[in-house]
């Protein structure tokens, strides 16, 4: 992924011309269809843009929201994936301090991403930020998922097992984000039938689309935290 802002390669394609592409022989077509892994971002402001990858061990297809109906495409090295999430998710810098744990519910959790304006609006307040975003990586038998929220206090993840928003920033984020496709490992395709090789943080994890969502989330969740925190104090 790249930011729509500054992508210079790829094509625009509206609603019906990416679903086109994405039964045709494009190179994006074909690496959604043999992916090893499927990565889903949802951003949640004033209006909602969901950006998708799909990632082989060389290669990753992409399709950008460039706005509603609008959609950039293109193929780029697996090894973008982390710089582009920071980009595409624009974590703010705090402007009003001080930076604390905040409790929110995790089953408020879905609003932010809801796809009714007013539903979004009044979960975003409660969560006393502007937008919100949703990250959810697949492979063969694992979903991994993380939920965030951005405002004039910075970015904050939500620790869905503690019902509560942690503070971080923008390097743990990336240090985040960096886990899930590393480019000095690339993730290989799991054989039929056999268990994939963990790949990254496990923060809402399911073994199948029909398990229930259950959180996993706090080690890592609380690691991203801490070593924001970290990184306050030596300022």
């Known amino acids: 992924m790249s930011d729509p802002s500054t992508a210079a390669q790829g094509q625009r394609v509206d609603d019906q011309g990416l679903a086109a592409l994405l039964l045709s022989g494009h190179p994006v077509a074909e690496v959604a269809r043999e992916h090893a892994v499927a990565?889903?971002?949802?951003?949640?402001?004033?209006?909602?843009?969901?950006?998708r990858a799909w990632a082989a061990p060389d290669r990753m297809a992409v399709v950008?929201?460039?706005?509603?109906?609008l959609h950039q495409v293109m193929m780029l090295p697996p090894s973008h994936?982390?710089?582009?999430?920071?980009?595409?998710?624009?974590?703010?810098?705090a402007r009003r301090g001080p930076?604390?744990?905040?409790?929110?519910?995790?089953?408020?959790?879905?609003?932010?991403?809801?796809?009714?304006?007013?539903?979004?609006?009044?979960?975003?307040?409660?969560?006393?930020a502007s937008r919100a975003w949703r990250l959810e990586v697949s492979s063969p038998g694992r979903r991994v998922e993380v939920v965030a929220v951005d405002g004039a206090h910075?970015?904050?993840l939500a620790d869905p097992g503690a019902d509560l928003l942690r503070p971080v920033d923008a390097t743990s984020l990336y240090r985040v984000f960096s886990?899930?496709?590393?480019?000095?490992?690339?993730?290989?395709?799991s054989p039929a039938g056999s268990e994939p090789r963990a790949q990254g943080p496990a923060w809402r994890s399911t073994a199948s689309?029909?398990?229930?969502?259950?959180?996993?989330?706090a080690t890592h969740i609380r690691a991203a935290a801490a070593d924001s925190e970290t990184g306050r104090t030596r300022q």
């Open 64 to 69: 950008l929201a460039v706005q509603p109906g």
């Open 99 to 128: 930076r604390v744990e905040r409790v929110y519910p995790a089953g408020e959790l879905d609003r932010l991403l809801s796809t009714d304006p007013a539903v979004r609006a009044d979960a975003l307040e409660l969560a006393g």
């Open 209 to 217: 689309s029909e398990a229930p969502r259950t959180s996993s989330a």
């Open 154 to 156: 910075g970015p904050f």
């Open 179 to 189: 886990t899930l496709l590393p480019s000095a490992d690339p993730l290989p395709r």
């Open 81 to 93: 994936l982390a710089v582009s999430l920071v980009r595409l998710t624009r974590p703010g810098v």
């Open 39 to 51: 990565v889903d971002l949802v951003v949640a402001g004033p209006t909602l843009l969901r950006h």
